[in-house]
């Protein structure tokens, strides 16, 4: 054992805090072990795992589709912990469309893109949010008209300028092709979330419809972020179940170390998200650094089966299979159990 991966998204995550504040490096350096982040690497089949998790040793903390989608594909990995970072997820509209209100979205056109991936996260985080929205007054998707929108695909001769890839190599704004549909008038709506989601609705000076993210309901506000999953490969813990404590105990701290530490943590988060403190502040909310836990609770748990549900329902997944037997307390439980225990004297 000399190579732990590790990957997490472009978003709120403990894990981030952790890796920027070079604690898990500092953690297995005594044991001859090296932390190597998936984004750094130049391979693509490498930075493939972190949607299809095949890499031995590995650790994820992100959005939960790719996590289930790759559960449902037999892939072996386990839950140790989950958290819920509320974060802004709206579905604007321009000026003068005359929808004022989620009621208002019956008949009309709603945006969906359709990406050449494998697992294609956005479209379905788009599909539930439209959904949720649309259930807050009855109405069912039969009732809309879901626009596929072809995502905008970028050249190498292609002087736009590139949004910053988490993954390596450029790509162009992530709700490009949304808005430029909506601008042409082939959608009447379409979905943002995050800190890129409330600077798109300012940039066109959008009508907010419905923010999800601020319903009271948490499975109102379940989407891909909410909650995030930190997964680990099966054989990890079956092998070294003390390494897959320690990283997970990293991980705890940092999201404990964030409550005591607002400004640093919008900070931390800033650069994780590429943007300033106050947008963050704007997409995640000002008790961010409050959300960070992470943990097995049990509202959290019940928003990850509720999107598994959803994922089976609209055909985004191989195969059902028992979110209960996906997670695994142990880890969790270790760092809660007296120093006895986990020393074994």
Request: charged share 25%; hydrophobic share 40%; glycine share 8%.
């Amino acid at each position: 054992m000399d190579t732990i991966w590790y990957t997490r998204c472009p978003v709120p995550t403990p894990l981030g805090i952790a890796v920027q504040e070079g604690w898990l490096a500092r953690e297995f350096a005594p044991d001859g072990i090296q932390l190597k982040s998936l984004q750094d690497n130049v391979e693509a089949e490498v930075r493939e795992s972190h949607f299809d998790h095949h890499l031995a040793h590995s650790f994820r903390q992100g959005g939960n589709i790719p996590a289930i989608w790759a559960r449902s594909r037999g892939r072996a990995t386990r839950v140790i912990g989950l958290s819920w970072t509320d974060e802004f997820q709206g579905i604007i509209t321009l000026p003068g469309s005359g929808i004022e209100a989620s009621r208002d979205l019956r008949g009309r056109r709603l945006g969906l893109t359709r990406h050449a991936v494998s697992i294609d996260f956005k479209r379905a985080a788009a599909l539930k949010a439209y959904e949720s929205a649309l259930a807050l007054d009855g109405i069912g998707l039969a009732e809309v008209e879901l626009v596929d929108v072809t995502d905008a695909v970028r050249t190498d001769d292609d002087a736009t300028p590139a949004y910053p890839n988490p993954f390596g190599g450029p790509r162009r704004h992530h709700y490009e092709s949304e808005v430029a549909a909506l601008l042409r008038g082939d959608v009447d709506a379409i979905f943002v979330k995050g800190v890129l989601g409330v600077q798109t609705l300012h940039m066109l000076a959008a009508h907010l419809v419905v923010d999800l993210g601020a319903h009271p309901d948490p499975l109102v506000r379940n989407g891909n972020g909410t909650p995030r999953t930190l997964t680990v490969d099966q054989h990890f813990i079956e092998q070294r179940p003390d390494l897959v404590a320690r990283f997970l105990g990293q991980v705890v701290a940092a999201g404990r170390w964030a409550t005591a530490h607002p400004r640093e943590t919008v900070a931390y988060i800033g650069r994780e998200t590429d943007a300033s403190s106050e947008w963050v502040r704007y997409g995640y909310g000002a008790d961010v650094h409050e959300r960070l836990q992470t943990n097995l609770d049990a509202a959290s748990i019940a928003g990850l089966k509720a999107y598994k549900d959803f994922l089976l329902r609209h055909g985004f997944l191989a195969a059902d299979f028992s979110v209960d037997d996906w997670i695994d307390p142990t880890p969790l439980a270790a760092l809660d159990a007296p120093l006895h225990q986990r020393t074994g004297t």
